[in-house]
Each structure stands twice: as structure tokens, then as C-alpha cells.
């Protein structure tokens, strides 16, 4: 946190006394930060003159806030409905068995990937679907999955 400490004070300085800018702040934050840490909320709450209660509140309220550091290529599995039916738990724990992964740890230990489930993609003609930095892969067997995430690997990933 603490070469951080000028970066988050650059960002402050732009919502200081501004109405309504917890959110934009938290966003450039994490956008610059790659996610929120607790060191990070409390220097906000701090900052901002505001409960570190509140800071963690919307922090955890959308999902679109990571308190965790992310890897570098991020793995959404789709849990929608389509996929669901299709078999997208397969689908899953090939991706978390192919990195050597669990359910409670969902980020590779050299930081190369994260994994996390979302309700829907959109892509339910393809199910079972994942994407990976924004890149779909549709109709998945768990066989195909270790290949796919070969693309992305670094020479010590997989």
C-alpha cells in the first residue's frame, strides 16, 4: 500500500467534496489498483471523511468490485440456466482441476488466472460457455478445456 500511497492520493484529490462520487472513486481506484484492499478502504474512509463501514458496503455490494488481487486472465464460467442443464459443473471443475485450483481458492499462485462463475453470459445457443479475457468458447466438453487454457499459459502455468 505504500507506493500507492501518491496514486490513491491523485485520485482523492479529483472526488474530494464531490456529492455522489464513492462509486467513481472505488472504480478509478480499483481500475488503477487492480482491486480494493481493506489498507486501501480504510485510506479512502480516512480521506474522505466517511465510516470505513460504508466504503466496505458498496465494495461488496457490487459485484463489479474485486477485494482480492485478480490474475492476469480472468475465466468467467457461466452458470445461467442453458448452461446449467448442459453440465456447466463439469465444466468448472475441469477448468479449477486443469490450474490446480478449488472452490474457495479461485486465483492461480503466479497470478496468470482467476476464475469465477457469473449468472448468465448471454450466449445460451452455445452453452455450456466460458470466457476468457472476453473471449467465448461454446458447446465445452471438460475434455477441451485443458487446450483452451494452454493458449493463455505461460511456459510455467500449466
Known sequence: MANNIELLDEILAKYQGKKGSLIPLLQETQNTLGYLSRETMAYIAEKMHLPAAEIFGVATFYSMFRLKPQGKHLIRVCK????????????????????????????????????????????????PVIMIDGRTYGKLTPAAIPAILKQYATEDTL
Open 80 to 127: 445461467g440456466t442453458a448452461c446449467h442443464v448442459s453440465d456447466a459443473d463439469s465444466i468448472k471443475k475441469a477448468v479449477l482441476d486443469t490450474l490446480q485450483l478449488s472452490e474457495e481458492k479461485n486465483t492461480t499462485a503466479d497470478m496468470q488466472f482467476t476464475v469465477m462463475e457469473v449468472a448468465c453470459l448471454g450466449c445460451c445457443s452455445l452453452s
